[in-house]
């Protein structure tokens, strides 16, 4: 047996882990690529969903009125506690 026919196994098995290794990473990468676009949809929704609460339009007349709501709640549920509750 010459001395590249010992080698040809360890060759072989360098090859299957340097295209296992260019496999994981391509796939981590791919995740990571997914993750990142995943943030910039959810930023472009929360960003749409500001500019049309601020608006004049419809949505932002609903909004407005959801905001005014939340917080007459929030006056009013202390005191109906205390009153069901103590009286």
Request: with cysteine; proline share 3%; hydrophobic share 45%.
């Amino acid at each position: 047996m010459t001395n590249m026919e010992n080698l040809q196994p360890k060759l072989d098995e360098q090859a299957r882990q340097d295209q296992a290794y260019e496999t994981a990473m391509r796939s981590i990468q791919a995740a990571n690529r997914n993750t990142e676009r995943q943030g910039y949809a959810v930023m472009a929704g929360v960003m749409g969903y500001g500019e049309g609460a601020l608006g004049t339009g419809l949505f932002g007349k609903i909004s407005h009125a959801a905001q005014l709501f939340c917080i007459a709640f929030a006056f009013a549920a202390p005191p109906l506690l205390v009153w069901y509750v103590l009286l």
